[in-house]
């Protein structure tokens, strides 16, 4: 319950309603409205009418003046309200907590109020489940805005807006406020530009390409292949055959003990020398009668080889021996213990561009296998930051194996305890069968139209007004829609402290351009720097 209302509290009469039709209301605007400032509907505004059953609340998705005059006097005003829920009241005429949706609907010539802070609290209030503040709403500033831990992690979220928008904030602010009430969380996130590295300070343990450790022999065949010889090359070629044929053998060359190999497949993760695969393929070379036969073979080496003597990809080649670190790699990138580490940032940005497609398919479908493995005991939250690149909309060879296992995740993931944070700046250009399976969106200012109709089109109908606000929202401010809020709300992030902000400003020109401190020795730090790739 929650307390006696006083009717009398009702402040202002907006207008009357005029038309019904399902959640849909048209409200005709009361002319005394118009020169009170409390009263004036605005769009997003909370406004109630009387039912009778208790009060109904609607939010302000549209004003017109069907019929405009020169000198504005005597027109007709129209508000278009989507009403969201209601607050019951007893026999008694104490408030039932609010409720959404409706059981009674508004006639025709209800009064429409305006409401106060006093309704705002009851329709915004902390819900009786777990929950994380984030910011505050954006008609009572005084207000927070919560989210729903259960209902945003068990169906997936995403956060997109444009570039300088505050969607890396929103993600870290996200991100650290329900690690701070869920200490042994287990997050991965996949960084590509290593802006996050910092923002959750002892949180987080970073994965660079000094620390991420991705042996070769965890890969899948199709992974292996890609990386071998690019995206779209033909998996039944004559390499590809010798493969799949010999890499089984070797996993049983590294157990000593063929028997208990005896149901590898190339796609197994178990560990296998190089060295084991080379005498494979030489013993495999010297019973050819064809030197034609031998060029498959010879390309092989000469690819292995190549990609072992590379430094840049000594995290998943690198290595003199050979153990089985399987458990190890796991437990380091899903914390695994926690550690007070409940968050690993995968930075990306040193992963050489031609595998780093493979890299994060590795990574997801490393998530996926584990949850898949551990029937549900530790559920793991995936944030793919930039989502667009790895599972873009329109289909392209070299991004199908990371597309795959991401859609596999949007649509089986929280069956087996995985949740999806996909974070974009491009939502047009999003596979949509992620998009779509998000079921709750957090929209920061987007520009572009076709973003706009994107998003548009993965909201339910009642949040469609909302979606008007996207190109005027501030740095910082977002619309919320879907399950992991109580209600459709536009809210203002709190502000993270500077330390733990992403790297993720745009250069200073006019700063950096009205200094000359640079000279050869500091091209010659970035020579070496790029040479060693590190």
């Not at 974070?423 to 920061?444: E, G, K, M, V, Y």
């Amino acid at each position: 319950m929650d307390g006696h209302q006083d009717v009398s509290n009702i402040s202002i009469q907006l207008g009357r309603v005029v038309s019904v039709a399902g959640a849909q209301i048209i409200v005709l605007l009361a002319k005394h409205a118009e020169n009170c400032d409390e009263a004036v509907a605005q769009i997003g505004s909370l406004v109630k009418m009387r039912t009778s059953l208790g009060f109904a609340y609607g939010i302000v998705v549209g004003l017109t003046v069907p019929v405009p005059s020169e000198d504005g006097d005597d027109e007709m005003k129209i508000a278009e309200l989507t009403m969201i829920g209601e607050t019951p009241i007893d026999r008694e005429g104490k408030l039932y907590p609010f409720r959404r949706g409706m059981s009674r609907a508004p006639t025709l010539d209800d009064i429409v109020y305006s409401t106060g802070k006093q309704d705002l609290a009851r329709v915004y209030a902390l819900p009786d489940v777990p929950t994380v503040t984030v910011g505050a709403i954006h008609q009572d500033k005084t207000l927070p805005a919560h989210i729903l831990t259960d209902e945003l992690l068990g169906k997936h979220f995403a956060i997109v807006g444009t570039t300088g928008s505050g969607k890396s904030c929103a993600a870290a602010l996200i991100l650290r406020a329900l690690l701070k009430k869920n200490s042994n969380a287990h997050v991965v996130m996949l960084d590509p530009h290593n802006e996050y590295s910092r923002a959750f300070g002892d949180f987080g343990q970073v994965l660079n390409s000094d620390t991420l450790s991705l042996p070769y022999w965890l890969l899948n065949f199709e992974e292996l292949h890609q990386i071998l010889f690019d995206a779209g090359s033909d998996g039944n070629s004559a390499e590809a055959s010798i493969l799949h044929t010999l890499i089984p053998k070797a996993k049983c060359d590294y157990l000593d003990n063929p028997a208990l190999g005896s149901h590898f497949t190339a796609d197994t993760p178990v560990p296998y020398k190089f060295s084991d695969l080379m005498k494979r393929l030489d013993d495999a070379m010297g019973r050819l009668e064809r030197a034609e036969a031998v060029a498959p073979y010879r390309r092989l080496k000469a690819r292995f080889m190549s990609l072992q003597s590379d430094v840049r990809f000594s995290f998943m080649f690198g290595g003199i021996s050979v153990t089985d670190t399987m458990a190890e790699v796991l437990g380091s990138l899903f914390r695994i213990p926690v550690n007070g580490k409940p968050i690993s940032i995968v930075d990306l940005s040193a992963v050489p561009s031609e595998i780093l497609n493979v890299v994060v398919a590795v990574i997801c479908r490393l998530t996926f296998d584990f949850a898949l493995w551990s029937e549900r005991s530790v559920p793991i939250l995936l944030v793919c930051e930039e989502a667009h690149r790895y599972a873009p909309r329109i289909a392209e060879p070299g991004f199908a194996l990371t597309k795959g296992i991401l859609s596999r995740i949007a649509k089986e993931g929280r069956k087996y305890g995985v949740s999806l944070c996909v974070i974009s700046q491009r939502p047009s250009r999003l596979s949509s069968d992620l998009l779509s399976q998000c079921n709750t969106t957090f929209a920061l200012r987007l520009t572009n139209n076709d973003d706009q109709e994107h998003i548009r089109g993965s909201m339910a109908d009642s949040s469609v007004g909302l979606i008007d606000f996207l190109p005027s929202l501030g740095n910082g401010e977002a619309v919320a829609v879907g399950q992991g809020v109580s209600l459709p709300v536009r809210l203002k992030f709190d502000t993270l402290p500077e330390e733990f902000r992403p790297y993720s400003a745009t250069a200073s020109f006019s700063e950096s351009w009205s200094m000359d401190s640079e000279n050869l020795d500091f091209v010659q730090g970035i020579v070496q720097r790029w040479r060693r790739q590190g």
